[in-house]
């Protein structure tokens, strides 16, 4: 499973990768070690890469690119932040940057790439060459030497080209970048290019040892290398800042050169997931509709082309929904002191969170008319209480919540751990009064609703201007205003990224239906994936927890025959990207996509398939499941990507 900062190293040891991986920092070292006396460059400073402008120069239908690799020191959390020495890239002439500088050209340049290595160490560079189908072999240059390579643009897309002085098989560190070709004849779109990519404190010696080693795990953990991901070279909050206008229309192109996956997640809107690919391919994603997610899966070395509106004003967030990778515990200067407490601080620009998030404000538009004055109707009051539940079978403290339908909580609410569905109706304007319970603040996030920016759950940020949402602090409580603009299925969850609030129950679904239609739990099937006692320490996430569904580990249910139930899967652990599958006498049964995180599925994908699904955390999935006539039993299987056996629960047939 791959849950942690072990995850890289995991990933890289894959059989077939290892020897290569292997192989090549034996040689490198090796040729260091030759060479080093007479290759000699002091590391001079490297600037964040922005990928708003196309590095060399095009003469006739030619680009001409000339790179070179040199050591560098890097301040990924800027000025303030730590020095790192790393190798990158840079134009000849010109800073080395992270990302390595943009290569952007039409369909049909030839494109002349030069590079020149100032490094120490050979460097092995993928992804030089046309995107048509054929192979792509790595150019090799010498230290002290200078490569060079000509292609052909290929077909027009989203790709990446990245180089290693570590011999790593997979995009690893921190020499890589983006490679966009435009189609012919049109203007390149006004889009951004946001490149990911990652860094660690293992020297190469370090991770030849650990590729080495069949007890890797446990070389890692004794290491406790420094991890961070960022985005165009910064880590939040000294990413750069988004500003649109309400109602323009967003164009982004995300690569994810790094050796992780990530679930990307936009506060307060769907985007439209247009085209994917993995450096060498890019196609078309969902027919011609596109995907309308909030959470799309960025898998290493893939690509993604998206869109979105921003039809309401104020602060959001783009970020991976991986705790693990967002924690106080990637922030590598200061916050090195990642205590809990610190992100309960007002006025702490970090928001309790770290490396790749992104920051986005939506001014009102150009020619904004003045808000229609909404008409009066009186809100659906609800409260939602926060607070310590009962001690779990280990005696371990529980948190969760309780929904009750009024102004004020009942004096005897008892809270239940995950929450109870919270079930709005689409168009019905509801108050939720949030009341904490707990001794400490936290502060609710109504994940995957369209929201106003102010009652989206980021404390110190959700709002606009000077007029942000407070953390609540215990005992006080919170107003939240929504009007849901369409059915689905959706979560709450404490935005405080603090492992033990998330893993001691602080979630649950949230279902929005259609006007008139009610919830019915008999033949409506809410299964909740989530994480139970997850803590992380220096980075490391501790290994005695386990994943639960609905906060069980043997859950069931009892369904009844013969009749069309609705499944509303839900991911809400910490960390964990799960395989869920329906099994019948040891075999997979059908089922029907409806949506995923609320939208309906493009519909090309919405005819019956086997009952198995992929899902990360902050993704949900509804399916539709006709159970036979007859008592039987189906088995509801929940495994990590890896295979391993996670949840096993039982639903009875009747
Ligand atoms: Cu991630």
Known sequence: MCLNTLCPHIQIASARLMRLAVTGIASALLVAATVQASVRHEPEPVVANDNTRPAGRVAGDTATIRLRAAAGHWQPEGLDGPVLTIDAFGEEGAALTVPAPLIRVAEGVSIAVSIRNDLTTPLRVHGLCARD??????????????????????????????????????????????????????????????????????????????????????????????????????????????????????????????????PMHLHGFYFTVLREGDGRRDEPVGGSEGRRVVTHVLPSGGTMSLQWTPEREGNWLFHCHIMAHVSLARRLGAGASHDAHQQHQHGDPSLG??????????????????????????????????????????????????????????????????????????????????????????????????IESYYDGVHGWSGMGPTTAPMIEPDRSFVVRITPPRAGTFIYHTHLHDYRQLSSGLYGPLIVTEPGESYDPAVDHVMVLGR???????????????????????????????????????????????????????????????????????????????????IAVGETYDFEYDAPPGRGMVWLDVRSTSGKWQVQGQVFVK
């Open 353 to 450: 969170m770290a490396g790749m998030v992104l920051g986005i404000t939506v001014l009102p538009a150009r020619n904004a008319l003045p808000a229609a004055d909404r008409p009066e109707t009186t809100p659906r009051q609800l409260t939602m209480t926060v607070g310590r539940g009962a001690d779990d079978a280990q005696g371990k403290p529980t948190m969760g919540f309780a929904i009750s339908e009024a102004k004020t909580p009942e004096a005897d609410n008892q809270v239940s751990s995950p929450g109870p569905p919270l079930v709005l109706r689409r168009g019905e304007p509801v108050e939720i009064t949030v009341v904490n319970r707990l001794a400490e603040p936290t502060s609710i996030h109504w994940h995957g609703l369209e």
């Open 133 to 262: 189908g054929g192979a792509c072999p790595p150019v090799d240059v010498q230290p002290g030497t200078t490569g060079s390579v000509r292609f052909d643009s290929g077909r027009p897309g989203t790709y990446h080209y990245w180089a290693t002085s570590m011999g790593s098989p997979i995009p690893f560190r921190e020499l890589a970048g983006a490679l966009v070709v435009d189609p012919a004849g049109h203007a390149p779109d006004r889009d951004r290019i946001f490149v990911i990519t990652e860094w660690n404190s293992l020297t190469p010696a370090q991770l030849g040892e650990i590729l080495r080693a069949d007890d890797l795990s446990e070389r890692f953990l004794a290491i406790r290398p420094q991890l961070t991901f960022v985005i165009n070279g910064l880590s939040w909050p000294t990413t750069e800042r988004l500003t649109y206008r309400r109602s323009e229309v967003v164009r982004w192109r995300v690569i994810n050169l790094t050796s992780q996956t990530h």
């Open 532 to 614: 139970r006692d997850a803590s992380e320490a220096a980075g490391i996430l501790a290994d005695a927890t386990s994943v639960v569904v609905n906060g069980e580990r043997m859950p069931r249910w009892v369904w009844r025959a013969n009749e069309r139930h609705r499944i509303r899967l839900i991911n809400i652990t910490p960390d964990d990207i799960l395989t869920v599958s329906l099994i019948k006498e040891d075999a997979v049964v059908q089922w029907r996509p409806l949506t995923k995180d609320g939208a309906p599925v493009p519909s090309a994908e919405s005819e019956p398939v086997p009952a198995r699904v992929k």
